[in-house]
């Protein structure tokens, strides 16, 4: 299924979809040789259909086939916009890192003061899923306003 044309809402309830069949990858690279994606390749997955080899070992090229796609790109920045922590700085851009931000909160242990803290659970991932999916509608769903 191939969502470039989709809306954002709709790319990231697709997004929640894969995540529950395929699971949630937290490690090294983008995928897992069992299947498991990391959220912004889910994204990806999502708006193209596809998981490029280079998700299981070349970060850079799994950067650049992220970055390129506009849709993912505004999935990726819409779940950024609603998560509890801010995106860091790109050193060398000084923008806003939100592929950075998106990847490494879901393997960061949520702070509750507690010996044990834990990342976020897949229930907690896809909720924020949801809710940037809700957003993104609530965003396009007002109507045009004319200039006067």
């Known amino acids: 299924m191939n969502l470039s044309r989709t809306s954002t809402g709709t790319i990231l309830r697709t997004t929640a979809h894969i995540l529950t069949y395929y699971g949630l990858h ?6 897992s040789v069992d ?7 889910a994204i990806f997955r999502a708006v193209t259909g596809k998981t490029p080899n280079c998700f299981l070992t070349n970060e ?3 950067l650049l086939q992220i970055q390129v796609c506009e849709p993912a ?3 990726i920045r819409m779940l950024s ?3 509890p922590t801010l995106p860091p700085t790109d050193l060398n851009t000084g923008t ?53």
């Open 73 to 75: 790109m505004d999935a």
């Open 60 to 62: 850079n090229a799994s």
């Open 96 to 148: 806003d890192d939100h592929i950075e931000h998106v990847c490494h909160w879901a393997m960061t242990p949520v702070w509750t003061g507690n010996a044990d803290d834990q990342p976020p659970t897949m229930p907690e991932v896809i909720g924020a899923i949801l809710r940037a999916a809700q957003a993104a509608d609530a965003l396009t769903a007002a109507p045009h306003q004319n200039a006067a």
């Open 26 to 31: 937290t490690g090294r690279q983008f995928a």
């Open 81 to 83: 916009a609603v998560l």
């Open 35 to 41: 299947g498991r994606l990391d959220i912004t390749a």
